[in-house]
T-cell receptor, first 114, second 117 residues
Framework: KAGVTQTPRYLIKTRGQQVTLSCSPISGHRSVSWYQQTPGQGLQFLFEYFSETQRNKGNFPGRFSGRQFSNSRSEMNVSTLELGDSALYLC?????????????FGDGTRLSIL | AQKITQTQPGMFVQEKEAVTLDCTYDTSDPSYGLFWYKQPSSGEMIFLIYQGSYDQQNATEGRYSLNFQKARKSANLVISASQLGDSAMYFCAMREAYTGGGNKLTFGTGTQLKVEL
């Protein structure tokens, strides 16, 4: 069974640009969550999508947005990039219905802002 | 207040020894789950073990066990017979059924474990 796939693995952008990151969950998983990991702030929850609807949102500015498609694949968009957006962005998927279901993470997209 | 506290930024352990990584949590939710993840230097997050707030017994998964003390709000990870491949960052995380909702995980700051020969 294929794991969570994130593309691209690495990305370099400049300030002011926008970026779109992609996440394909494990087959059958309908919940997709996004996290930002930085040395200073650690792992922070961005948002979660379930059945194409945003179910939960972290404390990030509106420049961070996402969406989920009918096949459960998700994209995350960051507009007007800032230096502080340099981070590892992790996507996780999970099954629904049982509280003990872990989130399975992808390898992440490492975003560098110049 | 921090929801998940990991007080050990770094730990060293000899190969084949056992090691305990500390995690305390803070929640008013009656229903919650606690997770441990391992993150090698390559970056991927690997799920290790889960403990539910209503579980009566401590969780075990191979060489990993979770020392769950609900009254003290602690969920320490015990790794038995450490191996060189266990060297990584370890994160404790919590999912709250009502406060957080959905599958939102709140993570601690992590403990960097180094296994030595």
């Amino acid at each position: 069974k294929a794991g969570v796939t994130q593309t691209p693995r690495y990305l370099i952008k400049t300030r002011g640009q926008q970026v779109t990151l992609s996440c394909s969950p494990i087959s059958g998983h309908r919940s997709v969550s996004w996290y930002q990991q930085t040395p200073g702030q650690g792992l922070q929850f961005l948002f979660e999508y379930f059945s194409e609807t945003q179910r939960n949102k972290g404390n990030f500015p509106g420049r961070f947005s996402g969406r989920q498609f009918s096949n459960s694949r998700s994209e995350m968009n960051v507009s007007t990039l800032e230096l502080g957006d340099s981070a590892l962005y992790l996507c996780a998927s999970s099954l629904e219905g049982q509280s003990n279901q872990p989130q399975h993470f992808g390898d992440g997209t490492r975003l560098s802002i110049l | 207040a921090q929801k998940i506290t990991q007080t050990q930024p770094g730990m060293f352990v000899q190969e084949k020894e056992a090691v305990t990584l500390d995690c305390t949590y803070d929640t008013s939710d009656p229903s919650y789950g606690l997770f441990w993840y391992k993150q090698p230097s390559s970056g991927e997050m690997i799920f290790l073990i889960y403990q539910g707030s209503y579980d009566q017994q401590n969780a075990t998964e191979g060489r990993y066990s979770l020392n769950f003390q609900k009254a003290r709000k602690s969920a320490n990870l015990v790794i038995s017979a450490s191996q060189l491949g266990d060297s990584a960052m370890y994160f404790c995380a919590m999912r709250e059924a009502y406060t957080g909702g959905g599958n939102k995980l709140t993570f601690g700051t992590g403990t960097q474990l180094k296994v030595e020969l």
